[in-house]
């Protein structure tokens, strides 16, 4: 019996690649022989016609199969709920827009019969990038990695191949506030590296501008570590002992010279310096405590407005009701 392969695609607003990317997926899934693949796309709430486009597409081919989503929930809440659908052994997270290429598909696919749980596609290079996203995201990576202590991949993105019991075990992992590249090196298992050189977007715009990718950064950072908070903590603990030796030695300099008037910039300069130190550290209290508060509402990750694959459409109650008494959502 023939195992199956799902191949999992966020999408948002994608219309302009669309076309392309199901060409190149099908030469390559149609090169493959002694495996069944499913398409899974996951419309991320897009507002042009990539859902028009992927239901003519699925018309014509009855493996591909499109989750629906209610609205936009965000890129990594797409992906667990492309989990969720997914019907394969295994599953390949790619993205729509073809900057990272297919054809590795064929390698990734080999490396997982050879044992391998998790294939991960790292970019040796990343074309179509400034040199300032370049450098932030390579600061970032290096900076997660000293602060937290799982080993966390360094230049890769979603592109990979994950074994069943990989999708299982991020299943089980519904955090609101999710920063799903961490979750990868969290759950462990076997992984292997593959190296490949990142083109630029086939069509489009990216969907990430600076402030996406400094929410997706503090993610991140308050998802894999508490080093924030304990580096807040031992900062006060530094300025106290400062405060406290330069205390003494303002009261013995005015016992044995006298009282002088100090100079009104220094003090100054002293109050906003500790009150930008309290501020920041409130504000990183506040972001854990943010992250509580969400976590508390139990909130469902997503809505399915609409979930066909292949064999018809299922309606938003039917899928509602099926996926409470399975735990789905």
């Known amino acids: 019996m023939f195992k199956t392969i ?33 398409l899974l796309f996951v419309n991320d709430g897009s507002k042009d016609n990539t859902v028009e ?18 609205r936009n929930f965000g890129k990594e809440v797409a992906m ?9 052994d295994a599953v390949v997270i790619i993205d729509a827009d073809l900057q990272d290429p297919p054809e590795l598909i064929i390698e990734m696919i080999r490396y997982w019969e050879q044992g391998y749980d998790d294939v991960y596609a790292k970019r040796a290079t990343r074309a179509g990038e400034t040199w300032f996203k370049k450098w932030t995201a390579s600061s970032f ?22 074994d069943r019991r990989c999708i299982e075990a991020l299943k089980q992992l519904r955090e ?8 990868f090196s969290w759950i462990g298992f076997n992984k292997k590296e593959i190296l490949f050189n990142r083109d630029s977007r086939a069509a489009g715009e990216t969907k990430w501008n600076y402030y996406k990718l400094l929410d997706l950064a503090i993610e991140g950072i ?5 080093a924030p908070l304990r580096l807040s903590a031992m900062l006060g603990v530094f300025i106290s002992i400062g ?7 303002i009261i013995t300099r005015t016992l044995i010279f006298g009282g002088s008037v100090a100079g009104y910039a220094s003090l100054m300069t002293v109050i906003l310096f500790l009150g930008g130190i309290q501020l920041l550290s409130l504000g990183i209290i506040g972001e854990y405590l943010g992250r509580v508060f969400n976590e508390t509402k139990s909130r469902p990750l997503y809505f399915v407005k609409e979930y066909n694959n292949g064999k018809g459409a299922i309606s938003e109650q039917k899928y509602m009701e099926n996926s409470f008494s399975q735990g789905r959502i």
């Open 141 to 162: 990576y290096k900076l997660l990695q000293r602060m937290s202590r799982i080993p966390i991949q360094e230049n890769t993105g979603d592109f990979r191949l994950l």
């Open 243 to 249: 405060a406290f030796f330069y205390m003494i030695f």
């Open 6 to 38: 799902t191949i999992l695609i966020p999408a948002y607003n994608e219309e302009e690649v669309i076309y392309q990317l199901y060409s190149r997926l099908t030469k390559v899934i149609d090169s493959i022989t002694g495996y069944n693949f499913e």
């Open 176 to 183: 609101t506030q999710r920063y799903t590249k961490g979750m």
């Open 53 to 70: 486009i992927l239901k003519n597409l699925g018309k014509k081919d009855r493996r591909i199969s499109l989750v629906d989503l209610s």
């Open 222 to 226: 308050t998802s894999f570590t508490t």
């Open 80 to 88: 667990i709920a492309g989990l969720d659908f997914s019907v394969g």
